[in-house]
């Protein structure tokens, strides 16, 4: 099956910088590639996703990169801010059935420091 | 427009007591999930329903049952508990033709 390594485990900026978070799949037929962002005692939420035949979409100030070559995408924050600290969780699909079945990575804990 | 419910939100259980994890959604949504999230290993599907009257293992099915009562129920149920099982789970649920998952707020259970 899937397999998601997602690094680094905790990643700590001040405020204004950016943040890099990347995620290695081992499944050549996954196809797509969300990013969750789950606060503190709250449920996860999709930020921005990613299909297999777009390499770089953006929103704001989040966007994805995707080489299916490398079999790796990454998620980009620029100009970090405080209410950006969370931890966020990639994840692939490969399943054309029910898109839901995703394998997700470990996650990040994202500090943002004022 | 609730999203996703489920109930309990905390329990906690001795090990070999049974409860069901109930979650239900009026999104009119197909497809329903089972995650546990365990610190350090992200979100792992334990089952999942693709469509009423359908469910599949995912990841981590060892332990759990669960039954698709109709297309706005899905429930989970632990037969016997193990402290293994202490873990935060999340139900969630996803359209036809949309990938994005919608959870429910977590269940918290402990297993003493």
Redesign the interface.
Known sequence: ?EN?E?HP?TLSVQEGDSAVIKCTYSDSASN?F?W?KQELG?????II?IRSNVGEKKDQRIAVTLNKTAKHFSLHITETQPEDSAVY?C?A?SSG???????????TILTVHP | NAGVTQTPKFQVLKTGQSMTLQCAQDMNHN?M?W?RQDP??????IY?S?SEGTTDK??VPNGYNVSRLNKREFSLRLESAAPSQTSVY?C???GQG????F????SRLTVL
């Open positions: 099956g998601v997602q485990s797509y969300p969750y709250k449920r996860p939420q999709l996703d969780f994840a699909s059935t029910s898109y839901g079945k995703l394998t997700f990575g470990q996650g | 497809s999930y995650y350090g290993m992200g979100l792992r599907l999942y693709a995912g990841e999340f969630a649920s996803s949309n990938r994005e998952l959870f429910g707020e977590g």
